[in-house]
């Protein structure tokens, strides 16, 4: 099934041509809970892995035994979903209070090597905004499942290219961690829904005389809705209380959607590729190659969100039913830093060592 960004709420380069010169395009990726093959693009499905090739693994020293077993996460996260609707079972109590954060596996070293966990798989043929070596079209995107690496003391990403042809017979089964640090390093896997969008550069990037006059033009929308309100009929009485409600209920869809820059014109929501990034909770920084000083753009975005009440003009038509169904709003159960992660990369050499930022 096909996810279907609504247009936006209006034309913001008719409004501010300027904005052309700051157009990006990014393909959404729609996660959505599934069961893909190792042939297609994924968050955390079976891997195009050669069976011939070693499996990435961290090496970095740190507690790799105490955590959350990973059998646990996608158990609670099964019995989750069988559950909606009604009450837990008393098998799947018993189940979920089982599953504490501990030592789960005493023979698992703090130096001892620890298998990645599988991420996502990206096929160039699905993603238009994925970029990078020459005639290299896949990406496999592996991290390990504990938020204790580098001076950041965050999680650690690793980055495959290959040539899918290249590939032979698959490895099967596929390693894992038996042991992650936090359930929220843990992906649900889903099939994925690419969509390119267009995006418009963050606020606080433009130049400041683009800068005030969307501040301005914000402002007067906010005026002239507080002005209709101030003139608006006086409440009506109501024989009921499911009058009152239904009344209510009209009124609220009748309000024009309030329209703001950052949150319905701007940057798309949710896990995507490509695109400009977000600095919504602090202030832009620069995200520059450490080997040649280029300045990197994200590859990958991996958001908690796919959106959030601040930015629900995104929610894809095909989910407008759905309401507040955490598997369209959340489907993938990652919150990585304070909810965003991107994976940024080098544009004049993709081998150079990617780096992180955070939101």
């Keep these: 099934m096909t996810r ?38 994924s968050v955390a499905g079976p891997l195009l892995w050669p069976a011939g090739e070693p499996w990435p693994v961290c090496t970095a020293v740190h507690p ?58 990206l096929y160039a043929r699905d993603i238009p905004d994925l970029v990078g070596p020459e005639d290299h079209d896949l990406l496999q995107v592996f991290w390990c499942p504990f938020e204790v690496h580098g001076p950041d003391r965050t999680i650690d990403v ?6 899918s042809t290249d590939v032979g017979a698959v490895l099967m089964p596929q390693p ?32 400041e005389e683009l800068q005030e006059a969307i501040d301005e033009w914000e402002e007067a929308r906010l005026d002239e809705d507080d002005a209709d309100g101030y003139n608006s009929a006086p409440p009506a009485s109501h024989a009921t209380y499911e ?16 329209i703001n820059y950052m949150s319905d014109l701007s940057i798309a929501p949710g896990w995507k590729v490509g695109g400009f990034a977000s600095w919504h909770l602090t202030d832009p ?18 958001d908690m969100w796919e959106c959030d009440g601040a930015s629900r003009s995104w929610l894809p038509v095909e989910d407008r039913a759905a309401g507040n169904d955490r598997r369209v709003i ?21 081998g150079h060592p990617h780096r992180l930022s955070f939101q």
């Design 4 to 41: 279907t960004t609504p247009p936006r709420p209006l034309d913001v380069e008719a409004a501010f041509p300027a904005l052309a010169a700051h157009r990006r395009t990014t393909t959404r990726l729609h996660p959505r809970h599934g069961t893909p093959g190792a042939r297609e693009s």
């Design 64 to 121: 790799k035994s105490t955590g959350h077993l990973l059998a646990d996460v996608r158990l609670s996260r099964r019995i989750l979903e069988d559950a909606r609707g009604r009450e837990y079972t008393e098998d799947e109590r018993r189940l979920l209070d089982g599953m504490t954060r501990g030592v789960h596996v005493p023979d698992l070293h703090d130096d001892d090597p620890l298998p990645m966990l599988a991420v996502a798989q």
């Design 158 to 163: 690793v980055l495959k290219w290959r040539r």
């Design 176 to 207: 894992e961690p038996p042991v992650v640090g936090r359930k929220e390093c843990v992906p649900n896997m889903c099939v994925v829904h690419p969509e390119r969008v267009v995006e418009h550069q963050y606020l606080g990037l433009l130049e």
């Design 243 to 258: 009058e009152y409600e239904e009344a209510m209920a009209a009124a609220e869809a009748a309000e024009p959607e309030e």
């Design 285 to 302: 920084a620069p995200v520059d190659c450490q080997v040649c000083g280029a300045a990197m753009p994200p590859l990958l975005t991996v």
């Design 330 to 350: 959340d489907p993938t159960d990652v919150y990585l830093g304070r909810g965003l992660m991107r994976v940024h990369t080098c544009p004049a050499d993709p």
